[in-house]
């Protein structure tokens, strides 16, 4: 067991951070003062906070010091800092994102003059400082589009047709639940209703997600949407984006209703093109089912397509994720956001087989660099990038668009800097204030909505009143 003693700080969450990229049973004690890695070799070290800011993990067996030679960063990050130096030389292993940690590393990257510093300051493979430079500049333009007093709107449907092995359960379902569907649809127009008269602010854009929002009949998604427009005042300039998500779920007829209402945004997600991978993940669709709901979809008007794809899916290599991102490009959507595979809670998948540290998929991490170079090749550009806890590799999710059709909710939402108003089960409501000092820094306040979606069939009316006063509408 590897034992990290903080002396001189607090910081235990950051330290936790860091070990989880490198092992994966960590435990803290915070009465005395440490942090555990169970399934990392016997060692232990003392990561101190010196009076001057900066941070020295030793080696307590060998007495060995690790430190960087460079000015101190605040003390959350420093004291990072030098545990990843030293577990980096401990494993022989360099992560990508160095010893940025955390779910935004645009946020830092956008603090920095230059992608040479951000690799210089925290240890960043200088691929990824580039990605991540460029990225947060797009970020920061789109976000400019969003004005900070508007309203950003979420729309959440947890259902979906089936589940996917990799993904947590979120979704219930549906062939189990069909009753539950109309009783969920029932009970976001009724939140619906309760709280959009109060709406006094702009809405810049809406997003309608999931799970799979297409998962309702045709009659209760045309409801819906005829409930959202009748009742949110939606301009012309808003931008509306559905996550139609599994092509099993859309038909013409939903298609059409969403371009009744003037709606040019969609997400068709295969996941993977191939078909053997698809089959074991229990999703209940082919390749060519993406193909032809993508022409459907074109014919019908739809003017940005958004495609997302996953990394390191198992029952696949490396080769074929390059060749899924190879068959995308040529059915030319406007956006291909590319996921890396990570570790969902309570996803039947486990947390070895996501992680994958033997490789046995092939090198994922070279995958990713390659499909982001067709990407870049057929004319893409990055403009949102996040990351996740337990994502295999210790890469990232990168959204990428042709010209200018960037999701700017996607952005909206990543940044932490624009309100958000979440109706149905398991939203996160957001308020963000604005404050001096770097972005990453900014107060955000949460109003979560219960996730369990029978509670909130039962409960969407105080849900609504929640969020009321929790806008102060
Ligand atoms: S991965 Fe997507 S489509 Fe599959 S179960 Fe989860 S939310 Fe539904």
Known sequence: MLKVILKGHDCFYGIADILRMFYSEISEDREKGFVTAADAPDLTLINTLE????????????????????????????????????????????????????????????????????????????????????TSREEMRLLGLVPHDDLNIYVGVPFCPSRCSYCSFISEDISHHMGRLGDYEAALENEIRTLAPHINRRISTLYMGGGTPTVFSDEQFARLLDCIYENIRIDPSCEVTIEAGRPDTITGYKLDAMRSHGIGRICINPQTMRNATLAKLGRLHTSENIVRTYELARDKGFE?????????????????????????IK????????????????AALSKETVLDREESRGDIDAA?????????????HPYYLYRQ?????????????????GCLYNVAMMSDARDILSFGAGGMSKRCFEQDGPASKHRVERCPTVKDALRYIRGSFEAAERKRAFFGL
């Open 51 to 134: 009076n001057d800011g900066s941070s020295v993990t030793e080696v307590k067996e060998s007495g060995k010091r690790y430190a960087f030679d460079g000015a101190p960063l605040e003390t959350g990050r420093e004291v990072r800092r030098s545990l990843y130096i030293a577990l980096e030389d401990i494993t022989g292993t360099a992560l990508p994102w160095g010893c940025l940690s955390g779910i935004r590393p645009t946020l830092v990257a956008s603090e920095e003059e230059s992608a040479e510093e951000l690799a210089r300051k925290y240890l960043v493979r200088e691929d990824k400082a580039a990605l991540g430079f460029e």
């Open 304 to 328: 940005v397509i958004n495609m997302d794809l996953i990394a390191g899916l198992p029952y696949e290599t490396g080769d074929d994720f390059v060749e899924s991102v190879s068959k995308l």
């Open 331 to 346: 059915l030319d959507p406007g956006n291909i956001t590319v996921h890396t595979l990570y570790k969902k809670r309570r």
């Open 368 to 380: 990713v660099s390659e499909g982001y170079r067709l990407l870049y090749e057929a004319g893409y």
């Open 389 to 405: 806890k337990d994502t295999g590799h210790g890469l990232e999710n990168t959204g990428f668009a042709k010209g200018d059709t």
